[in-house]
């Protein structure tokens, strides 16, 4: 059975020597959560924050990470230099990686596959804009980006991904889809990775919601069937939210 996975995506906030004291103080949460507590801080950050949270159950993410694994890609990061501070996770095609820095399907598919064959945990985010869900394609939108993102990859590899959905027009605007709204499309998506894959995969896939998730809302937002948890952004800056969010089910 899948287990809920509560994740703080920090993005471009924190110092290294602000990121370490955060993380120190989600050390002991996650150690006594009944879910996956996850955090994903910048590149520079990571090597202090792994020092801080040795020997934990806490799971330290990266943002982000080059489609090869080294030479002439000036400002990138490789998945060795992340395998080699410990890092065991990634999270791939959020959609500020999408919209902002364009980053495509095929590019994120192939940092997927990098990733797994480095032995990482990778959480892929999915999620349609504003004007794709007006116009009533926000399932179309997140099928392709789950068809595209997972293509080439074994049911094996499957129990290494940890899905994100994430509708953008949620994101940062304090807009949060309704828990029914969220359950649609994750009920959705869990039928669509069935038919990629096979029931079993998609019962085993833990998926979660981002976008504007706070301790007020975030009940509601776990009590559906087909939501697994959280990826974080602005609730997961400081310790006392981020603690309600880890909490949600005590
Ligand atoms: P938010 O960000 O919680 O600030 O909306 C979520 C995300 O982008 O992962």
Known sequence: MRSYMIA??????????????????????????????MIAPSFVCLPGVMDAV???????????MA??????FTGETSVLMLKD????????????????????????????K??????????????????EREAGKAEEVCFEQLEKGLAGLSKKDMSNIVIAYEPVWAIG????????????IHGSCRK????????EVAENTIIQYGGSVK????KDLMAMKNIDGGLIGGASLKADSFEALVNFNK
Not at 15 to 28: D, G, N, R, S, Y
Not at 173 to 184: L, R, S, V
């Open 8 to 37: 703080g995506n920090w993005k471009m906030n924190k110092t290294p020597a602000e990121a370490v004291e955060l993380a120190k103080a989600i050390v002991p949460m996650a150690n006594a959560a009944n879910c996956e507590v």
């Open 54 to 64: 040795k020997g934990s159950k806490l799971i330290v993410a990266a943002q982000n």
């Open 67 to 72: 489609n090869e694994e080294e030479g002439a």
């Open 85 to 112: 501070l410990g890092v065991k996770m990634v999270v791939l095609g959020h959609s500020e990686r999408r919209h902002v820095y364009g980053e495509t399907n095929e590019v994120i598919n192939e940092k997927v």
């Open 114 to 131: 990098l990733a797994l064959k480095h032995g990482l945990r990778v959480d892929l985010c999915v999620g349609e804009l504003l004007e």
């Open 173 to 184: 605007t304090g807009k949060t889809a309704t828990p029914d709204d969220a359950e649609a």
């Open 192 to 199: 669509k990775i069935a038919q990629l894959f096979d029931n």
């Open 215 to 218: 301790p007020e809302n975030v």
